[in-house]
């Protein structure tokens, strides 16, 4: 069994003793190391992850964010929505994931007509056999990367039933709740549907992106399109440790960067978007992840940007939003380094953004 030793205990797959639930359950904060134990790094992973993305990304062209994008998701555990038109490999991409990681991967094309069965399996023939009823638990109870396609086709009864088990990794079984491995949910649509605040299964989605097509096609006869296997370069136990990480690291954060955060959500709240207070949680897994994929274990000002694919609801909010998140970074720089290190063209858009405590100390220093 494989650990992450951290500054407040030790992470690790193992339920037994522990004192913190981490990532829906995927991993535990532990006093001790687990017995015959192995210490691992969570930089170690982080570094097959970007091996991974880069080797995905490589195959494609124009990709490269929207790899990146599913990298984030599964080292955070947040869910991952791609807007785009048909064909553009969304499902060749997130097969792939799925093969680096050595996981089982389910997909399906959501409709109307959707159900359970066709979401978590059939009812159990052996359970009839017995008089009782249950389900031959499979599909999406069993698969790491699950990606579901035509999200926008989907009835809500549909995205209603898949809430606990995107958001929570559960299933309800006759015998209570049970932790499915889903370590990564993709949503893929052509169409954003009922986009606001109190769209239960639209917040659950955290990482949001719309993937355009290619601006030069004449590459996409380059490359292998997905066609080159890629190398199972992880398992899943190092996934529920990085996302454990992850989460423990995301109660952690230094004052600058929490601060930060609140002055970004305060100046947002000021223009009137909405934010709800799990995306706000899960905005901070999000900023933590991106430190890891760029090799530190500390995030920094620029991890914040992280946001722009978090924090917007509605499309038509995206560049507002990531110019607030801009905004947010100058001010935030300028607090810790000094106004010469702000570029002159920038001055100008810092006045907009009113957070009480950044402003005060700008004045104080």
């Given at each position: 069994m494989k650990y992450i030793k951290t500054d407040n205990g030790v992470i690790s797959t193992e339920e037994k003793n522990h004192v913190m639930r981490l990532a829906h359950g995927h991993s535990f904060l532990q006093s001790s190391p687990p017995s015959s134990g192995t210490e691992i790094s969570?930089?170690?992973?982080a570094a097959e992850v970007v091996r991974l993305r880069d080797e995905i990304s490589s195959q494609?062209?124009?990709?490269?964010?929207?790899?990146?994008?599913?990298?984030?998701?599964?080292?955070?555990?947040?869910?991952?929505?791609?807007?785009?038109?048909?064909?553009?490999?969304?499902?060749?991409?997130?097969?792939?994931?799925?093969?680096?990681?050595?996981?089982?991967?389910?997909?399906?094309?959501?409709?109307?007509?959707?159900?359970?069965?066709?979401?978590?399996?059939?009812?159990?023939?052996?359970?009839?056999?017995?008089?009782?009823?249950?389900?031959?638990?499979?599909?999406?109870?069993?698969?790491?990367?699950?990606?579901?396609?035509?999200?926008?086709?989907?009835s809500q009864v549909v995205h209603n039933q898949l809430l606990t088990a995107m958001e929570e990794k559960l299933v309800t079984t006759n015998?209570?709740?049970?932790?499915?491995?889903?370590?990564?949910?993709?949503?893929?649509?052509?169409?954003?549907?009922?986009?606001?605040?109190?769209?239960?299964?639209w917040d659950r989605l955290l990482f949001r992106m719309k993937?355009?097509?290619?601006?030069?096609?004449?590459?996409?006869?380059?490359?292998?399109?997905?066609?080159?296997?890629?190398?199972?370069?992880?398992?899943?136990?190092?996934?529920q440790l990085i996302q454990g990480w992850v989460d423990n690291k995301a109660i952690h954060l230094s004052r600058e960067i929490r601060e930060a955060m609140s002055a970004i959500y305060a100046e947002m709240k000021r223009k009137g978007f909405e934010v709800s207070p799990r995306r706000f949680v899960r905005w901070a897994r999000a900023i933590v992840a991106e430190a890891l994929l760029d090799g530190r274990t500390e995030p920094e000002m620029a991890d914040l940007f992280s946001g722009s694919n978090v924090l917007w609801v509605k499309p038509e909010d995206m560049e507002?939003?990531?110019?607030?998140?801009?905004?947010?970074?100058?001010?935030?720089?300028?607090?810790?380094?000094g106004f010469p290190h702000i570029a002159a063209n920038d001055l100008n858009t810092l006045a907009?953004?009113?957070?009480e405590f950044l402003l005060k100390n700008i004045l104080q220093s």
């Open positions: 969570p930089l170690d992973i494609f062209v124009g990709m490269e964010q929207a790899v990146h994008l599913l990298a984030m998701g599964l080292v955070s555990g947040g869910n991952v929505f791609l807007w785009s038109l048909p064909g553009a490999a969304k499902s060749t991409m997130a097969r792939m994931m799925a093969a680096g990681i050595s996981g089982e991967f389910f997909s399906l094309n959501l409709g109307p007509d959707t159900g359970k069965s066709d979401l978590f399996g059939p009812p159990s023939l052996s359970a009839m056999k017995k008089d009782q009823w249950d389900r031959a638990w499979s599909r999406v109870a069993t698969a790491h990367i699950t990606l579901f396609d035509e999200w926008d086709k989907a015998n209570g709740n049970k932790t499915i491995p889903m370590l990564l949910g993709i949503a893929a649509a052509n169409e954003v549907v009922d986009p606001n605040p109190r769209n239960a299964s993937v355009k097509y290619p601006g030069d096609y004449q590459a996409l006869l380059t490359v292998a399109g997905g066609r080159t296997p890629v190398s199972p370069r992880l398992e899943p136990e190092h996934i507002t939003v990531q110019n607030v998140q801009r905004m947010g970074y100058l001010i935030a720089n300028y607090v810790q380094v907009p953004l009113r957070s």
